[in-house]
């Protein structure tokens, strides 16, 4: 593609970046739905240690002895078991977001393997569950005194660093799974290019985040059956596998200008996955023998 290409006006840019993520959208729901069973597999057994770590968690800061101690022993530990059989889940949704055939034997397979970047991914984000559970409650009392007693604004300021601290590093980890299945980089690798992803990325992250959380609220609705863990990792794959392109694009044209480089052909870069995909009718997800 060259470089010298026309320039976007600022209607068809818009246009082209909201197309690329309704697409993304419509990838993802096919692909959760074509893969329903696979996911239900995964999700299941990673709901029902939700729960058991739930229980465990509740227990633990119920040891008045324990204190805080206790809630974070429960927590890192749930956190840890968390990110190794979610971080097994990874070539899975790699294989989906290239419209190829998950195995449940692959993700049993890959569990030994995502032991050690399972659990720096359960730090990380134990650090970031602990840091909501007990710093903004801490630093609240500072600024807002239970017993009535005049606050000290310095804890409004803290907690307001820590809370977006929290935001922004959730919203750059998110993508550590994805960066290692398609890119199989090691885990510190992993974690700089997810910051940097979402530094160059802020409002698609944001995007892919809602759409995760909405994941969440069916897969607590739903008992884990419909969305969960699985359903989040097939997300985030074919999100950050559709960005890329806009790399392998910037790759190939090194001398735009910045201006240029903002103007990204979305409708050419995803043409391809668009044929594969192919037109699906909603028809086709229940009947798709009529198709």
């Not at 393997?113 to 399972?118: A, Q, T």
């Amino acid at each position: 593609m060259s470089s010298e290409s026309p320039a976007i006006d600022g209607k068809k840019k818009k246009h082209y970046i909201v197309a690329m993520f309704g697409f993304f959208l419509k990838k993802n729901l096919c692909d959760v739905w074509d893969n329903m069973l696979h996911t239900i597999l995964i999700n299941l057994p990673m709901m029902l240690l939700f729960v058991l770590g739930y229980f465990f968690c509740a227990r633990m800061s119920g040891i008045q002895s324990l204190g805080n101690t206790g809630i974070m022993i429960s927590v890192t530990v749930c956190c840890l078991i968390w990110g190794i059989l979610y971080l097994a889940e990874g070539e899975n949704a790699a294989k989906i977001s290239r419209y190829e055939g998950p195995r449940y034997k692959l993700f049993l397979k890959q569990i030994l393997p995502s032991i050690k970047d399972g659990i720096l991914l359960g730090l990380c984000a134990s650090i970031l569950i602990l840091a909501v559970l007990i710093s903004l409650p801490y630093y609240f009392k500072i600024w807002h005194p239970m017993d009535g007693s005049e606050g000290n604004w310095v804890g409004l300021l803290m907690m307001s660093c820590v809370f977006w601290v929290v935001v922004i590093a959730s919203l750059a980890i998110q993508w550590i799974l994805p960066v290692r299945s398609l890119m199989h980089n090691s885990f510190r690798k992993c974690l700089k290019k997810s910051f940097i992803i979402f530094f160059d990325n802020p409002i698609f992250s944001l995007g892919v985040a809602l759409v995760n959380i909405a994941n969440i609220l069916i897969s607590f609705v739903s008992l884990g059956i419909l969305n969960g863990p699985a359903t989040t990792a097939i997300t985030l794959t074919n999100a950050l596998r559709l960005r890329l392109y806009k790399y392998d694009w910037l790759e190939i044209n090194p001398g735009l200008t910045k201006a240029q480089r903002k103007e990204v052909p979305w409708e050419e870069l995803i043409a391809k996955d668009k044929e594969m995909l192919g037109p699906r009718r909603l028809r086709s997800f229940l009947f798709p023998w009529k198709d």
